[in-house]
C-alpha cells in the first residue's frame, strides 16, 4: 500500500489563481479530510467526507471546495487563492474499525506548502 | 468551544530522561489520539485512545476519560524522539473524520 499520496508537496500561487491539491489512498478507506497547519495553531479543519458521494465543511471552509467521486481520491480546490490560504495543507484518512484491524488509526499525507503571494 | 489543551508547549530533555507530555480537552470525547510529527513536517500516528492505558515500545499513552485528561510518556528518551507530539479528540457526536488538534508541544532531546 502506497498510504495517502498528496501532491503538489511545494506550490506558488498568485492571487487569484486556482488550484487543486490531490489527496488519494489505496487503503478502502471511508474516512478522508483536509486540514492546514498554520504556525502558533493547531491543525484545524477544513472539509471532510464520510465516504464517496458525502461531504461536509469543517472548521475553515471558506475559499475552499471538495468532491469525493470516488472512495479512493478527495481533491481540495482553491476556487480564488488569496495571501490568507499560505499555509501547510494536509490529507487524511481512516478506517472506520472494527474485526481486528487497525482500528481508527488515521493516515496522514506528506503534506503540501502552499504559498499565495 | 471545545478545546484541547497540551503541555508544556516546548520541552528539552536529556537522553535517557523519563518524558510526560499533557493532554486535557473540555467535554466528553469518544476518542483521542497522539501523533508524532517530524521535523520535515510528516504526521504518524502513534496511539489511539477510549480508555486505559496503550504501550508501543517506549510510549506509553494513557488516558483518564473521568478527569478529561491523557498523558504521552516517554521512557529512556533518545534524540530520535525529538519531534512534536500533538494530541486530537474526537467528540461524542462527531464524525471520525472531524478531529479537534491541541497545539502541540515540541520536544527536543539532547543527546
Known amino acids: 500500500n502506497a498510504g495517502v499520496t498528496q501532491t503538489p508537496k511545494f506550490q506558488v500561487l498568485k492571487t487569484g489563481q486556482s488550484m487543486t491539491l490531490q489527496c488519494a489512498q489505496d487503503m478502502n478507506h471511508e474516512y478522508m479530510s483536509w486540514y492546514r497547519q498554520d504556525p502558533g495553531m493547531g491543525l484545524r479543519l477544513i472539509h471532510y467526507s464520510v465516504g464517496a458521494g458525502i461531504t461536509d465543511q469543517g472548521e475553515v471552509p471558506n475559499g475552499y471546495n471538495v468532491s469525493r467521486s470516488t472512495t479512493e481520491d478527495f481533491p481540495l480546490r482553491l476556487l480564488s487563492a488569496a495571501p490568507s490560504q499560505t499555509s501547510v495543507y494536509f490529507c487524511?484518512?481512516?478506517?472506520?474499525?472494527?474485526?481486528?484491524?487497525?482500528?481508527?488509526?488515521?493516515?496522514f499525507g506528506e503534506g503540501s506548502w502552499l504559498t499565495v503571494v | 468551544k471545545n478545546e484541547v489543551e497540551q503541555s508544556p508547549q516546548n520541552l528539552t530533555a536529556q537522553e535517557g530522561e523519563f518524558i510526560t507530555i499533557n493532554c486535557s480537552y473540555s467535554v466528553g470525547i469518544s476518542a483521542l489520539h497522539w501523533l508524532q510529527q517530524h521535523p520535515g513536517g510528516g504526521i504518524v500516528s502513534l496511539f489511539m485512545l477510549s480508555s486505559g492505558k496503550k504501550k508501543h515500545g517506549r510510549l506509553i499513552a494513557t488516558i483518564n476519560i473521568q478527569e478529561k485528561h491523557s498523558s504521552l510518556h516517554i521512557t529512556a528518551s533518545h534524540p530520535r524522539d525529538s519531534a512534536v507530539y500533538i494530541c486530537?479528540?474526537?467528540?461524542?457526536?462527531?464524525?471520525?473524520?472531524?478531529?479537534?488538534f491541541g497545539k502541540g508541544t515540541k520536544l527536543s532531546v539532547k543527546p
Open positions: 487524511a484518512s481512516s478506517y472506520s474499525g472494527g474485526r481486528g484491524r487497525s482500528g481508527n488509526t488515521i493516515y
Open positions: 486530537a479528540v474526537r467528540y461524542y457526536g462527531g464524525s471520525q473524520g472531524n478531529l479537534i
